[in-house]
């Protein structure tokens, strides 16, 4: 059962041409429900249940969306995220996709798989896509880095990211 009442309304007759795109809904939310909860997270292992509210999570990917800019990405550009599944993939994907650039997950290394032939997959994928930069979970960073080395496409870890400075920036028109 629902708790949303009416007054909580976030689109009205007046503002819902302004929210034409699932980024503009976002930015409804951060801006007008900062502190609500945006998501609730589920984390593997029993630990306990976390709800995110909207200034926190987009905050989060806006830290993405920032790195990727720095790294030259722009609207339109590919993004691979090559992460666990986890709460950092999704400020990974949101981020990429607030600043305009096109996010995509890739299969990340697991035991199942053989590292090397994992490495040369990824490594031709992400070659042949025209990529502009990888988003990598930290354990995976430095055999990306190797195995694009002598190529064009950074690989942005975990630890590149700045501490948010200022409110994250929706593009407009994606």
Not at 93 to 103: K, L, N, Q, S, T
Request: with cysteine; hydrophobic share 45%.
């Amino acid at each position: 059962m629902s708790t949303h009442t009416a007054s909580e309304t976030l689109l009205t007759l007046e503002n819902r041409a302004g929210a034409e795109t699932l980024l503009d809904r976002a930015r409804l939310h951060y801006t007008q429900r900062p502190d609500a909860a945006a998501l609730i997270f589920i984390p593997a292992g029993g630990e306990p249940t976390r709800h995110i509210a909207y200034r926190a999570f987009f905050d989060g990917a806006g830290c993405y969306a920032e790195a990727l800019r720095n790294e030259g990405v722009a609207p339109r550009d590919l993004v691979i995220l090559v992460m666990e599944h986890g709460e950092a993939l999704l400020y990974a994907f949101w981020g990429a996709m607030m600043m305009g650039a096109i996010p995509s997950i890739f299969p990340f290394l697991s035991d199942k798989l053989d590292p090397a032939m994992y490495y040369e997959r990824v490594r031709l994928l992400i070659t042949h896509s025209g990529a502009r930069a990888v988003i990598a979970s930290e354990q995976f960073v430095e055999p990306l880095r190797a195995a694009l080395a002598g190529g064009s496409t950074p690989v942005i870890s975990e630890a590149d990211l700045e501490p948010a400075g200022a409110a994250p920036t929706f593009a407009a028109g994606v």
